[in-house]
Nanobody, 121 residues
Framework: QVQLVESGGGLVQPGGSLRLSCAAS????????MGWYRQAPGKQRELVAT???????NYADSVKGRFTISRDNAKNTVYLQMNSLKPEDTAVYYC???????????????WGQGTQVTVSS
C-alpha cells in the first residue's frame, strides 16, 4: 500500500514563506512525475507546480518567480518552497505522485490528504 504524507502548512503573514514536504512510502517500484495542486474554498483544484523524475519543472503563471518545486528521489519526497506569499495563495495544498507500486505494471496517480496554507495578517 502506498501513502503520501504532506507536512509544512500553516498560517503565515503576507510576504512570508513556507516550505511544504510530501513523502511517498510503501511498496513503490518507481515514481515519475510529482506535483503540487491547491484548492481554495468554492474553487476547483488547480495545478501549482510539477516536476519530472529528471528534474524538469512546470509552474502555474500565478506562482512563477515565487514558488520553487524540488524533489529528493532517494527519499521519494517532493518539496514546495513558497516565498512572497499572498492572501490569494490561501488554499488546501495537495501533493500528487504518478507512481508504479508492486501490485501493478502501470503507473497511476496517488494523492496526499492535503495541508492547509493560510496567508493572512
Amino acid at each position: 500500500q502506498v501513502q503520501l504524507v504532506e507536512s509544512g502548512g500553516g498560517l503565515v503573514q503576507p510576504g512570508g514563506s513556507l516550505r511544504l514536504s510530501c513523502a511517498a512510502s510503501g511498496s513503490i517500484i518507481s515514481i515519475n512525475a510529482m506535483g503540487w495542486y491547491r484548492q481554495a474554498p468554492g474553487k476547483q483544484r488547480e495545478l501549482v507546480a510539477t516536476i519530472t523524475s529528471a528534474g524538469s519543472t512546470n509552474y502555474a503563471d500565478s506562482v512563477k518567480g515565487r514558488f520553487t518545486i524540488s524533489r529528493d528521489n532517494a527519499k521519494n519526497t517532493v518539496y514546495l518552497q513558497m516565498n512572497s506569499l499572498k492572501p490569494e495563495d490561501t488554499a488546501v495544498y495537495y501533493c500528487k505522485s504518478n507512481l508504479r507500486d508492486s501490485g501493478s505494471v502501470y503507473y497511476r496517480a496517488y494523492w496526499g490528504q492535503g495541508t492547509q496554507v493560510t496567508v493572512s495578517s
